[in-house]
């Protein structure tokens, strides 16, 4: 079946440091959507991607739906503590996108 | 509140027990999902809803798992004779319509523990 993959697992950077996390398949996906969980909370959409090349930012993120349309990147300036947490990738197992696939996350630590 | 709820926030249970997790979506939200999330894991999709119907039941692991919504709003996951691999937190979402890839708004879990 479909399956995502992160890299890396886990990050420590310092408050300031630009962030840099990918997600792969091993499949085709239509969509790309980026979440952040925080402790003890559930996910919260960050960015979603709907077509192969997009370049989206919202803030201080940018995500990137890979040309290949297997891949997808994430990229966060300028980090502030409040970044920590888990990022997870995901996207739709079917076409009609009514049953989801999660990658196993991204953990995200900013020293100070 | 405006948001997806999930109760109980926590719950410890004792191996052979059932349990029952409720999930009360926002307002007006068609679809609801649920997914469980072991330690250190991403989320794995059990099952979705489209109304009080559940066309996708693929995730759901055993027949010890069920789910059901009513009125097209509440939902509860129940989980029959439970086991200690079943400890994990079950998230639920819920979105404004079925296939609604960015519109899916995540409860805070229920996590479960079994004794």
């Known amino acids: 079946g479909q399956q995502l993959n992160q890299s890396p697992q886990s990050m420590f950077i310092q408050e300031g440091e630009d962030v840099s996390m990918n997600c792969t398949s091993s499949?085709?996906?239509?969509?790309w959507l980026w979440y952040k969980q925080d402790p003890g909370e559930g996910p919260v959409l960050l960015i979603a991607?709907?077509?192969?090349?997009e370049l989206t930012s919202n803030g201080r993120l940018t995500a990137q739906f890979g040309i290949t349309r297997k891949d997808s990147f994430l990229n966060i300036s300028a980090s502030i503590p409040s970044d920590v947490g888990i990022y997870f990738c995901?996207?739709?197992?079917?076409?009609?996108?009514?049953?989801?696939?999660f990658g196993p996350g991204t953990r995200l630590s900013v020293l100070p | 509140g405006a948001g997806v709820s999930q109760s109980p926030s926590n719950k410890v249970t004792e191996k052979g027990k059932d349990v029952e997790l409720r999930c009360d979506p926002i307002?007006?939200?068609?679809?609801l999902y649920w997914y469980r999330q072991s330690l250190g894991q991403g989320l794995e999709f059990l099952i979705y809803?489209?109304?009080?119907?559940?066309?996708?039941k693929s995730g759901l692991p055993s027949d010890r798992f069920s789910a059901e919504r009513t009125g097209g709003s509440v939902s509860t996951l129940t989980i029959q004779r439970t086991q200690q691999e079943d400890s994990a937190v079950y998230l639920c979402?819920?979105?404004?319509?079925?296939?609604?890839?960015?519109?899916?708004?995540f409860g805070p879990g229920t996590r479960l523990t079994v004794l």
């Open positions: 979402a819920s979105s404004l319509v079925a296939g609604g890839l960015d519109t899916q708004y």
């Open positions: 499949s085709i996906f239509n969509t």
């Open positions: 991607l709907y077509k192969a090349g």
């Open positions: 995901a996207g739709p197992k079917d076409n009609y996108g009514q049953n989801f696939v």
């Open positions: 307002s007006g939200h068609t679809a």
């Open positions: 809803f489209q109304g009080n119907s559940a066309p996708d």
